[in-house]
């Protein structure tokens, strides 16, 4: 059963930098997508960055280019997102998520993508405040 586990978030000032993590199990890691998805509060489910299976092709939402970096270690089955620069309005449940068959650009501009069948997997979500 694919099982994705998020950590990582917490209260960061503006400014600050957070890393997100994203434990995989059950499944071939490194022959799936996985991207990074966020959801603020009253706000729809939005792509924020994604990387192909072998790490070679990346994505990002305009918002978090040059803040962001996502990267991946196929052999501790762990996807990362590195945060730099942050701002309040980057506040979400950031969530990640796995496709076998979608690459980087389909799965991050996805419309609705927690919509059932959409993704092959979800995790559980993890809260990233940006306050001051």
């Known amino acids: 059963q694919l099982q994705l586990v998020e950590s990582g978030g917490g209260l960061v000032q503006p400014g600050g930098s957070l890393r997100l993590s994203c434990a995989a199990s059950?499944?071939?890691?490194?022959?799936?997508?996985i991207g990074w998805f966020r959801q603020a509060p009253g706000k729809e489910r939005e792509g924020v960055s994604c990387i192909s299976s072998s790490g070679g092709r990346t994505n990002y939402t305009d918002s978090v280019k040059g803040r962001f970096t996502i990267s991946r270690d196929n052999a501790k089955n762990t996807v990362y997102l590195q945060m730099n620069s942050l701002k309040p309005e980057d506040t979400a449940v950031y969530y990640c998520?796995?496709?076998?068959?979608?690459?980087?650009?389909?799965?991050?501009?996805?419309?609705?993508?927690?919509?059932?069948?959409?993704?092959?997997?979800w995790g559980q979500g993890t809260l990233v405040t940006v306050s001051s």
């Open positions: 059950g499944f071939t890691f490194d022959s799936y997508t």
């Open positions: 998520a796995a496709d076998y068959l979608l690459g980087v650009q389909t799965m991050c501009v996805m419309s609705h993508p927690e919509r059932p069948g959409a993704l092959d997997a």
